[in-house]
């Protein structure tokens, strides 16, 4: 069973809805992830946290916004999304000085 | 030219046998590599690091070689269970992550 735990697993939404996705982790792990998985392809990172602060952002369009408000939580809010926004989005976790991570279940997006 | 490049498959082998998969990566102060494993509809999930000395874990081998730069897993004795996605991962400046495209293995009876 995995350690990171991602909530809801699927959503529904429109292109005028605000949401947010959660993710939680209680390995003691320092830094946190967030991917994007469209079908067929790799994980593509989107941001980084460590230490609870933004280290990588990927050039992600400001309609994701990520937030880390202590070192066990990290939230995706969304808002505006496209239909192309449609797909997996996976949380990672991994200890500071050690970078294997761990992948959440991830929640399956659906944008209409 | 990709950061991180795999074979890009699909391998259809069967039960027993020995199959090999290459990754390249095109950044030469690459720190850490990894491959991990994703079944169909589920996250990724570590297999094993890859060392510079070579590392071996059950039926398992990865090897990287960083003059060449590549990395590459063997699975001997291949079992249903190893049908999956198998994706090269490359660690590059802090925590940066980048997946290569993934190859995917069918092992059949």
């Known amino acids: 069973d995995t350690e990171v735990t991602q909530t809801p697993k699927h959503l529904v939404m429109g292109m005028t809805n605000k949401k947010s996705l959660k993710c939680e982790q209680h390995?003691?792990?320092?830094?946190m992830y967030w991917y994007k998985q469209k079908a067929k392809k790799p994980p593509e990172l989107m941001f980084v946290?460590?230490?609870?602060?933004?280290?990588i952002n990927e050039s992600v369009p400001s309609r994701f916004s990520p937030e880390c408000p202590n070192s066990s939580l990290l939230n995706l809010h969304l808002h505006a999304l496209q239909p192309e926004d449609s797909a997996l989005y996976l949380c990672?976790?991994?200890?500071?000085?050690?970078?294997?991570?761990?992948f959440g279940q991830g929640t399956r997006l659906t944008v209409v | 030219r990709k950061e991180v490049e795999q074979d890009p498959g699909p391998f259809n082998v069967p039960e027993g046998a020995t199959v090999a998969f290459n990754c390249t990566y095109s950044?030469?102060?690459?720190?850490?590599f990894f491959w991990y494993r994703q079944d169909c509809r589920k996250e990724p999930k570590l297999l094993m690091s890859?060392?510079?000395s070579g590392n071996e874990d059950g039926r398992f081998t990865a090897q990287l070689n960083r003059a060449s730069q590549y990395i590459s897993l063997l699975i001997r004795d291949s079992k249903l269970s190893d049908s999956a996605t198998y994706l090269c991962?490359?660690?590059?400046?802090?925590?940066?992550?980048?997946f290569g495209a993934g190859t995917r293995l069918f092992v059949k009876a």
């Open positions: 990672a976790s991994s200890q500071g000085a050690s970078p294997e991570a761990f």
């Open positions: 390995m003691g792990h320092r830094a």
């Open positions: 946290y460590s230490y609870e602060k933004l280290s």
């Open positions: 950044n030469s102060a690459s720190q850490s």
């Open positions: 890859v060392y510079s």
């Open positions: 991962v490359v660690l590059t400046g802090g925590f940066k992550t980048i």
